[in-house]
C-alpha cells in the first residue's frame, strides 16, 4: 500500500506543479517573443530572404535588384544596395548571390560579419562581382553548389540544353574568369527542362517537363532516369539537400528521395498528394 500512496502524492506534486508553473513557463517564453516589421522603400514583392545563424541579421532581395541589410531585433535598416541584377533567375547559395543574363553568370560575394567582442553577425560584405560567361541568351533554370569558399559548381539550362561549369574562385579576384574546356560542357537532354538541383554524390538531376527526371554524375555523363509520371511544372530540394519535391503541371506533388539497395542507388517515391 505504501508503495502505491506514494505514486499517488507523485501524480498529485506533479499535477500541481504543472498547473502552478507550466502556465508561467509559456507565458515567459510569449513576452521573449516579439514581431518586427520591415517595411521596404518598394512596393515589390520579396524574391528572397536570408536569415543569419544567429538569428540577427537579414538580407532582403527584391526584383528591381534592391538589396537590404536589416536589424532583425529592432526591424532597422543598415545597409542598402543597388544591384544591376534582372529580377529573373537570381540565386542566393551560402555565401553567393547569383543570376544568369545576357550570356553571363554573375557572382557576388556576399557574407555575413561578425563582431569579435559581442560574437553577433552585425554586418555583411558584399564583394566585386565575378562573370562567367554562358552560351545561352536567356536562361530558365539554374542550380549553384558551393564546394567550399573556393570552389564552386554551376548547371543552367535553356529550353533542352544545358550547360556545366565547374571552377575555383578566389575572394581577392574580380573581373571575369576564364574557364578551361575541361571544366565545362554543354549538354543536350531531349526535352523541355523544367528544373535543375544538384544532389549529394556529385549527381545533377535534370528535371524534363514530359515527366521524367534524369541523373548525370559530376562529369555530366548520363547515368540513370526516374518517371514522375506526370508533367513537370517545377522541382526543388528538400530535407537537408536529400529529397527533391515535384509539383506537377495538374497540382499534384510528389517527394522523391535516394536510397542505396541491392541494385545500387535508385530514387524512390516517398510521397504523393493528391
Same mark, same amino acid.
Given at each position: 500500500?505504501?508503495?502505491?500512496?506514494?505514486?499517488?502524492?507523485?501524480?498529485?506534486?506533479?499535477?500541481?506543479?504543472?498547473?502552478?508553473?507550466?502556465?508561467?513557463?509559456?507565458?515567459?517564453?510569449?513576452?521573449?517573443?516579439?514581431?518586427?516589421?520591415?517595411?521596404?522603400?518598394?512596393?515589390?514583392?520579396?524574391?528572397?530572404?536570408?536569415?543569419?545563424?544567429?538569428?540577427?541579421?537579414?538580407?532582403?532581395?527584391?526584383?528591381?535588384?534592391?538589396?537590404? %541589410?536589416?536589424?532583425?531585433?529592432?526591424?532597422?535598416?543598415?545597409?542598402?544596395?543597388?544591384?544591376?541584377?534582372?529580377?529573373?533567375?537570381?540565386?542566393?547559395?551560402?555565401?553567393?548571390?547569383?543570376?544568369?543574363?545576357?550570356?553571363?553568370?554573375? &557572382?557576388?560575394?556576399?557574407?555575413?560579419?561578425?563582431?569579435?567582442?559581442?560574437?553577433?553577425?552585425?554586418?555583411?560584405?558584399?564583394?566585386?562581382?565575378?562573370?562567367?560567361?554562358?552560351?545561352?541568351?536567356?536562361?530558365?533554370?539554374?542550380?549553384?553548389?558551393? %564546394?567550399?569558399?573556393?570552389?564552386?559548381?554551376? &548547371?543552367?539550362?535553356?529550353?533542352?540544353?544545358?550547360?556545366?561549369?565547374?571552377?575555383? @574562385?578566389?575572394?581577392?579576384?574580380?573581373?571575369? +574568369?576564364?574557364?578551361?574546356?575541361? @571544366?565545362?560542357?554543354?549538354?543536350?537532354?531531349?526535352?523541355? +527542362?523544367?528544373?535543375?538541383?544538384?544532389?549529394?554524390?556529385?549527381?545533377?538531376?535534370?528535371?524534363?517537363?514530359?515527366?521524367?527526371?534524369?541523373?548525370?554524375?559530376?562529369?555530366?555523363?548520363?547515368?540513370?532516369?526516374?518517371?514522375?509520371?506526370?508533367?513537370?511544372?517545377?522541382?526543388?530540394?528538400?530535407?537537408?539537400?536529400?529529397?527533391?519535391?515535384?509539383?506537377?503541371?495538374?497540382?499534384?506533388?510528389?517527394?522523391?528521395?535516394?536510397? +542505396?539497395?541491392?541494385?545500387?542507388?535508385?530514387?524512390?517515391?516517398?510521397?504523393? @498528394?493528391?
Amino acid at each position: 500500500m505504501g508503495g502505491i500512496s506514494t505514486i499517488i502524492i507523485i501524480v498529485l506534486l506533479v499535477t500541481f506543479l504543472a498547473k502552478e508553473f507550466v502556465p508561467l513557463f509559456v507565458s515567459a517564453r510569449l513576452k521573449e517573443t516579439k514581431e518586427v516589421v520591415f517595411k521596404p522603400q518598394v512596393s515589390e514583392s520579396l524574391l528572397f530572404a536570408r536569415i543569419s545563424e544567429d538569428g540577427n541579421m537579414g538580407l532582403f532581395f527584391y526584383p528591381s535588384g534592391t538589396l537590404y %541589410l536589416v536589424n532583425i531585433q529592432s526591424g532597422n535598416l543598415l545597409k542598402t544596395w543597388q544591384l544591376n541584377v534582372p529580377g529573373k533567375n537570381v540565386y542566393f547559395e551560402n555565401n553567393h548571390l547569383f543570376y544568369a543574363a545576357h550570356k553571363k553568370f554573375t &557572382a557576388y560575394p556576399l557574407r555575413f560579419t561578425t563582431d569579435r567582442q559581442t560574437g553577433l553577425e552585425t554586418d555583411a560584405k558584399l564583394g566585386e562581382p565575378v562573370e562567367i560567361e554562358i552560351p545561352f541568351e536567356s536562361v530558365t533554370h539554374a542550380a549553384v553548389r558551393e %564546394l567550399s569558399d573556393e570552389e564552386i559548381t554551376i &548547371a543552367v539550362s535553356s529550353g533542352d540544353e544545358a550547360y556545366f561549369v565547374s571552377l575555383e @574562385m578566389e575572394e581577392s579576384f574580380s573581373g571575369e +574568369i576564364e574557364v578551361s574546356d575541361e @571544366m565545362k560542357k554543354q549538354f543536350s537532354v531531349g526535352a523541355e +527542362i523544367a528544373g535543375l538541383e544538384f544532389y549529394p554524390g556529385n549527381l545533377l538531376l535534370v528535371a524534363l517537363t514530359p515527366g521524367q527526371v534524369k541523373i548525370y554524375d559530376r562529369s555530366c555523363v548520363y547515368r540513370d532516369l526516374f518517371n514522375n509520371k506526370k508533367e513537370i511544372a517545377v522541382m526543388k530540394k528538400l530535407f537537408g539537400d536529400r529529397a527533391v519535391c515535384i509539383g506537377g503541371a495538374d497540382g499534384s506533388v510528389t517527394v522523391w528521395s535516394e536510397a +542505396i539497395r541491392n541494385q545500387g542507388r535508385k530514387f524512390f517515391l516517398i510521397h504523393s @498528394m493528391p
